[in-house]
């Protein structure tokens, strides 16, 4: 149980940790490539740990020596596997999502698992992609959810069509793995793409590590066959996601912060559009070449797609109710698939404080100015609801969080940067 104490006018700095986006790509590039790679800055935490001991259990030589992870690369040629393996990912959806096609590239059978959680969150669309492409994958409970079972002998390629509206994750695995194909690679999305600056991010941890795709927009990518990565120096982004709740301090306190290690000018995380809705709702904004500074205003509410950066919805979620006015949220019907239903977690939680918050079946509407009052809360075992818990906490006496370690999930160091304010 973690009590929040309320602060007013918070004015502090924060080391923003390496994004967690960013290390589980440039993971598996690194495994790929032929050589030795050093991944500089990397986020260490429970869920890029699962990444790196999947990627372990192929075979590949990892040392971790953080922030740092040197990763002994094998040119995309796994160990062969006698017999069946299980690989557990706990409830790392990007883990299993990016890894799955990687492992299609190992020679073997292999079980890939999950917590309970994990066996709620679809994978059908990525499987039926991989199934197109050659590879013998089924889910075998046949209900398009985990687990998955791969009788792994490489990735034969070929074109493929995927429906994009409920993670680009499914795009982000075949794009990682699709350089190792034995046959060019062509996704044709269909139906729209969720999420799309994290297909940006993709794109940009292969273009670092010597592969290139030829695109159109978010509706069409080809992967030439025969690309390899080539080992590397890898300077790891601090985490936009990450430095959100500390944006978001200074917007309910009317404080000040700056979060380093953020750089503005160049970082492909979407989540940075956090920083526009800010600007919008009252807070004053500065960008600088490694750091960004937020200072709260008078703050109004907002109506806004937030399709591009879902994780970003629990930050805004949490500075809504101390805005003027009601905030819309939109375009997020994906964020059920998350960690938790993450729109009727929050719904939950929000009113157990008083907010009159109402569910729609794609987002959530939530009114400003409603007088709220501390209880305990439950995150439900997830740690973006956690972290946004903690900013409501800095105004509502009484708050406390249960579970509080679920930050641990992809930030271990939040509860200590957080006291340190």
């Known amino acids: 149980m973690k009590p929040i104490k309320p602060t ?25 490539a032929e050589g030795e790679s050093i991944l500089k800055d990397c986020l260490i935490c429970e869920d890029t740990l699962f990444t790196l001991k999947a990627l372990e259990d192929l075979g590949i030589l990892i040392s971790v020596k953080n922030p740092n992870i040197i990763v002994s690369g094998k040119g995309g040629r796994f160990l062969p596997i006698p017999k069946k393996r299980e690989i557990y990912m706990g409830n790392s959806g990007t883990s299993y999502r990016l890894f799955l096609t990687t492992a299609a590239l190992a020679q073997g059978e292999i079980l890939l698992s999950g917590s309970p959680r994990m ?5 059908g669309s990525l499987v039926k992609a991989l199934n197109q492409l050659g590879v013998d994958v089924s889910c075998i409970a ?8 791969i009788q792994a002998k490489g990735l034969p390629g070929g074109s493929v069509e995927i429906e994009g509206t ?3 994750q499914y795009v982000s695995s075949l794009l990682l793995s699709g350089p190792y194909a034995k046959k060019d690679v062509e996704i044709r999305i269909t139906g729209g793409l969720v999420s799309q600056p994290y297909i940006d991010i993709t794109l940009d941890v292969m273009k670092t590590f010597g592969v290139s795709v030829v695109r159109d927009g978010y509706t069409y990518f080809k992967v030439p066959s025969g690309q390899r990565y080539q080992a590397c120096r890898f300077q790891t982004d601090g985490d936009v996601s990450s430095a ?4 978001a301090t200074a917007a309910v306190t009317g404080g000040t912060m700056i979060t380093k290690n953020i750089h503005p000018h160049t970082t492909r995380q979407g989540d940075l559009g956090l920083l526009d809705i800010l600007e919008r709702m009252g807070c004053y904004v500065e960008q600088r070449p490694d750091r960004v500074l937020v200072q709260g205003g008078v703050l109004s509410g907002i109506d806004v797609d937030m399709s591009a950066m879902p994780d970003m919805v629990p930050t805004l979620a949490a500075i809504a109710p101390f805005a003027n006015g009601k905030t819309v949220i939109r375009n997020v019907a994906h964020l059920r698939y998350k960690e938790s239903d993450r729109l009727r977690a929050i719904t939950s939680e929000w009113r157990k404080l008083g907010s009159r918050i109402e569910e729609m079946d794609d987002g959530i509407i939530i009114p400003g100015g409603d007088r709220l009052t501390g209880t305990t809360v439950d995150p439900h075992n ?13 105004r509502v006496q009484g708050i406390s969080v249960k579970n509080e370690t679920c930050v641990n999930k992809s930030f271990p160091q939040f509860w200590e940067l957080w006291d340190q304010l």
């Open 166 to 168: 409920q993670s680009s």
């Open 382 to 394: 997830d740690h973006r609801l956690a972290m946004s818990l903690a900013v409501i906490g800095l």
């Open 142 to 149: 046949q209900n398009d959810l985990p687990p998955v079972l």
């Open 8 to 32: 007013s006018n918070v004015d502090g700095r924060v080391n923003i940790p390496g994004s967690k986006s960013v290390t589980h790509r440039a993971l598996i590039a690194a495994a790929l």
């Open 244 to 247: 959100s709740y500390f944006w």
């Open 119 to 123: 066996q709620e969150r679809p994978i």
